[in-house]
């Protein structure tokens, strides 16, 4: 059996995997390789051989008798067409490489190897490999930090991307503007805007320059976490040093300001952004809908879609999302449905949040049942209803208490707490609003006659809050 495994690797077999007739020539006299192969074909036969099965003992035979003479751009090339989807035979072909007489790894083959390893985050191995790098003597880079780096961000692993940015001083490594910009995003997606600020300190007194790529991440980072003031402070004083903002760090900076209801200054920095050469895109102009929408101006967003349709850029799910809360804001619910059956027509896919921006607008405007009859067409498509929908329907339920209507607002009633109960079961986290709702309407009709099973619902309540710790 054995013997078979091995005589598949002959040297024919191998001249057939590479694509090479019985006829070829050798290279240096035991090569498999037509005389004068390109670097390319070489590459592609290490390839055919390396995904034609598993990685073994044999397929290390079968590429010891093609007789090359390696190099790292052979290494480099075939990592890149592996690629992460075959991890295991690219780190086995990296070792292999590693042993062979007469090479040596580069740090951009081990940079190579630790991104594909970064893809599938195989953080041991990394570790590992660095180690292998220190043992080698081979200098480190940025690149090989900014590598790891992304990759624990990528994993959410934000202390470890953080020890790693530590670790550069160490070994003697200066970060670099890209580096620092990746340490910088993925402490201001966390929010720690304090720590970002520190960071932000050591790279201007270490003389790394920002670029425009800076700008549009600390912009960004400082508007998600609410400091809208410091975002638009930090966009003015970089600008007046010096760094020119790029059409990204534009869009954060008209995003910002309509999110403080600057809309005038926004408008401004749009055509600032024109006159410097960057046109708006999408995300520009649904920053600027928002904007308009928020301050309840919907009748300035019919020229901002007809100017956004002009540049190329058709509305999108989110564009129409922000629209539907627009009008449902101001009540126009007939608006909202109009705008909800132009979305369908032109291609646009309603999503959770659509849905959920109509139920309450409906609610708002007292048209329950087209609010719970769109939950159902939601559902029939497919879109499961999440804790704002939820909530949506039990805080309005929970409003209709007209005693006139009693008998049906107690099967409304009811029909809310069941959907409290699904909302427990399937680990949704309440708000305390909604509990102290049901507890006062379950209160109120408690002082009246109650059916059977009222208070069992009260009781089951006060014991879900309690296990909730949602009791003072």
């Not at 990685?55 to 990592?79: D, F, N």
């Not at 926004?266 to 928020?294: D, H, I, S, V, W």
């Not at 139920?359 to 879109?383: H, P, R, T, V």
């Given at each position: 059996?054995?013997?078979?495994?091995?005589?598949?690797?002959?040297?024919?077999?191998?001249?057939?995997?590479?694509?090479?007739?019985r006829?070829?020539?050798?290279?240096?006299?035991?090569?498999?390789?037509?005389?004068g192969?390109?670097?390319?074909?070489?590459i592609?036969?290490i390839?055919?051989?390396?995904?034609?099965?598993?990685?073994?003992?044999?397929?290390?035979?079968?590429?010891?008798?093609?007789?090359?003479r390696?190099t790292?751009?052979?290494?480099?090339?075939?990592?890149?067409?592996?690629?992460?989807?075959?991890?295991?035979?690219?780190?086995?072909?990296?070792?292999?490489?590693?042993?062979?007489?007469?090479?040596?790894?580069?740090?951009?083959?081990?940079?190579?190897?630790?991104?594909?390893?970064?893809?599938?985050?195989?953080?041991?191995?990394?570790?590992?490999?660095?180690?292998?790098?220190?043992?080698?003597?081979?200098?480190?880079?940025?690149?090989?930090?900014?590598?790891?780096?992304?990759?624990?961000?990528?994993?959410?692993?934000?202390?470890e991307?953080?020890?790693?940015?530590d670790?550069?001083?160490?070994?003697?490594?200066?970060?670099s503007?890209f580096?620092?910009n990746?340490?910088?995003?993925?402490?201001?997606?966390?929010k720690?805007?304090?720590t970002?600020?520190?960071?932000f300190?050591?790279?201007?007194?270490?003389?790394?320059?920002?670029n425009?790529?800076?700008l549009?991440?600390?912009?960004?980072?400082?508007?998600?976490?609410?400091r809208?003031?410091?975002?638009?402070?930090?966009f003015?004083?970089?600008?007046?040093?010096g760094?020119?903002p790029?059409a990204?760090?534009?869009?954060?900076?008209?995003?910002?300001?309509?999110?403080?209801?600057?809309?005038?200054?926004?408008?401004?920095?749009?055509?600032?952004?024109?006159?410097?050469?960057?046109q708006?895109?999408?995300?520009?102009?649904n920053?600027?809908?928002a904007?308009?929408c928020?301050?309840?101006?919907?009748?300035?967003?019919?020229?901002?879609?007809?100017?956004?349709?002009n540049?190329?850029?058709?509305?999108?799910?989110?564009?129409?999302?922000?629209?539907?809360?627009?009008?449902?804001?101001?009540?126009?619910?007939?608006?909202?449905?109009?705008?909800l059956?132009?979305?369908?027509?032109k291609g646009?896919?309603?999503?959770?949040?659509?849905?959920?921006?109509?139920?309450s607008?409906?609610?708002?405007?007292?048209?329950?049942?087209?609010a719970?009859?769109?939950?159902?067409?939601?559902?029939?498509?497919?879109?499961?209803?999440?804790?704002?929908?939820?909530?949506?329907?039990?805080?309005?339920?929970?409003?209709?208490?007209?005693?006139?209507?009693?008998?049906?607002?107690?099967?409304?009633?009811?029909?809310?707490?069941g959907?409290?109960?699904i909302?427990?079961?399937?680990?949704?986290?309440?708000?305390?609003?909604?509990?102290?709702?049901?507890?006062e309407?379950?209160q109120?009709?408690?002082r009246?006659?109650?059916?059977?099973?009222?208070?069992?619902?009260?009781i089951?309540?006060?014991?879900?809050?309690?296990?909730?710790?949602?009791?003072?």
């Amino acid at each position: 059996m054995e013997q078979r495994a091995r005589e598949s690797w002959s040297p024919e077999f191998t001249r057939r995997i590479c694509g090479f007739g019985r006829r070829s020539k050798h290279l240096g006299g035991a090569g498999l390789l037509q005389a004068g192969s390109s670097v390319l074909e070489q590459i592609d036969c290490i390839c055919a051989i390396i995904t034609s099965r598993a990685w073994g003992s044999q397929t290390e035979e079968a590429l010891s008798l093609l007789r090359l003479r390696l190099t790292p751009y052979h290494v480099s090339c075939v990592l890149k067409q592996l690629g992460p989807s075959s991890l295991f035979s690219a780190l086995n072909f990296f070792t292999w490489a590693g042993k062979q007489r007469g090479y040596r790894h580069k740090v951009t083959t081990y940079n190579l190897m630790i991104d594909l390893l970064g893809q599938s985050f195989e953080f041991v191995a990394i570790q590992h490999l660095i180690k292998l790098m220190r043992k080698s003597g081979i200098a480190f880079t940025d690149v090989t930090f900014n590598t790891v780096i992304s990759s624990y961000g990528r994993a959410g692993m934000l202390q470890e991307a953080r020890t790693t940015f530590d670790q550069m001083a160490f070994l003697k490594c200066a970060p670099s503007t890209f580096t620092y910009n990746l340490i910088l995003h993925l402490l201001l997606e966390a929010k720690m805007v304090a720590t970002a600020r520190e960071t932000f300190a050591v790279m201007i007194q270490s003389g790394c320059c920002p670029n425009s790529a800076t700008l549009s991440i600390v912009t960004h980072g400082l508007c998600k976490a609410r400091r809208y003031t410091a975002a638009l402070t930090y966009f003015s004083s970089m600008t007046a040093e010096g760094c020119r903002p790029d059409a990204i760090a534009y869009t954060c900076l008209i995003n910002t300001l309509c999110k403080v209801g600057n809309l005038v200054e926004a408008f401004q920095q749009k055509e600032e952004m024109l006159r410097q050469g960057f046109q708006p895109n999408r995300y520009t102009y649904n920053c600027l809908l928002a904007g308009l929408c928020k301050m309840q101006m919907m009748n300035q967003t019919g020229n901002l879609l007809l100017e956004m349709v002009n540049a190329g850029d058709s509305p999108d799910t989110w564009t129409y999302n922000i629209l539907l809360d627009g009008f449902c804001r101001l009540r126009n619910v007939d608006a909202a449905k109009q705008c909800l059956r132009a979305m369908v027509k032109k291609g646009c896919l309603p999503d959770i949040v659509t849905y959920n921006t109509m139920m309450s607008g409906l609610c708002s405007a007292g048209q329950d049942n087209s609010a719970f009859e769109l939950k159902a067409i939601m559902q029939d498509k497919g879109i499961p209803p999440n804790i704002i929908t939820y909530n949506t329907l039990i805080r309005y339920l929970c409003k209709m208490n007209c005693i006139d209507k009693a008998w049906t607002l107690l099967g409304r009633l009811r029909e809310a707490f069941g959907l409290f109960c699904i909302q427990r079961n399937k680990g949704l986290r309440s708000y305390t609003s909604v509990y102290n709702m049901l507890m006062e309407h379950l209160q109120h009709y408690n002082r009246r006659p109650l059916k059977e099973g009222l208070l069992h619902d009260l009781i089951t309540l006060v014991n879900c809050m309690v296990r909730k710790r949602m009791c003072s």
